[in-house]
């Protein structure tokens, strides 16, 4: 911080582990000025995995990953091909990932949006 100037620093963003706690402990007393908090990225990961932890949310992340999984294969990705044109739609259908808190909801979301667009 000192290399680039203090006065382009306003705050500093870490995850939430304990050792990063303690730098911001750190921080905060040499440079009171400046903000440290965790990232809302990061939190959010934590909090949706939390979630999707619960036997409900789980059972249907599961289930729309099958989904996903039957479109990806050869003859069922022309059936999802033939809908989306029906439809207009260019969206694919999404795995998630262990590591993007914004996919588990990309994954269910897309799910739903086949399932509409097979009913109409």
Same mark, same amino acid.
């Given at each position: 911080?000192?290399?680039?100037?203090?006065?382009? @620093? &306003?705050?500093?963003?870490? +995850?939430?582990? %304990?050792?990063? !706690?303690? #730098?911001?402990?750190?921080? *905060?007393?040499?440079?009171?000025?400046?903000?440290?908090?965790?990232?809302?990225?990061? #939190? =959010?990961?934590?909090? &949706? !995995?939390? /979630?999707? #932890? @619960?036997?409900?949310?789980?059972?249907?992340?599961?289930? #729309?990953?099958?989904? /996903?999984? @039957?479109?990806?294969?050869?003859? %069922?990705?022309?059936?999802?091909?033939?809908?989306?044109? !029906?439809?207009?739609? &260019?969206?694919? =259908?999404?795995? %998630?990932? +262990? &590591?993007?808190?914004?996919?588990?909801? *990309?994954?269910?979301?897309? /799910?739903? @949006?086949? +399932?509409?667009?097979?009913? +109409?």
């Amino acid at each position: 911080m000192n290399e680039y100037g203090l006065e382009k @620093f &306003t705050s500093v963003v870490t +995850d939430n582990a %304990p050792n990063l !706690k303690a #730098a911001w402990d750190i921080l *905060r007393e040499k440079y009171p000025k400046i903000l440290t908090m965790g990232c809302s990225a990061h #939190a =959010l990961h934590l909090l &949706t !995995k939390d /979630v999707m #932890a @619960f036997p409900e949310f789980k059972r249907i992340l599961e289930q #729309a990953k099958v989904v /996903v999984k @039957f479109f990806r294969k050869q003859s %069922p990705g022309a059936i999802l091909e033939d809908i989306q044109e !029906k439809r207009n739609r &260019t969206s694919a =259908l999404e795995m %998630p990932c +262990d &590591t993007r808190w914004a996919s588990t909801m *990309r994954c269910i979301s897309s /799910v739903l @949006f086949l +399932d509409r667009d097979c009913r +109409d």
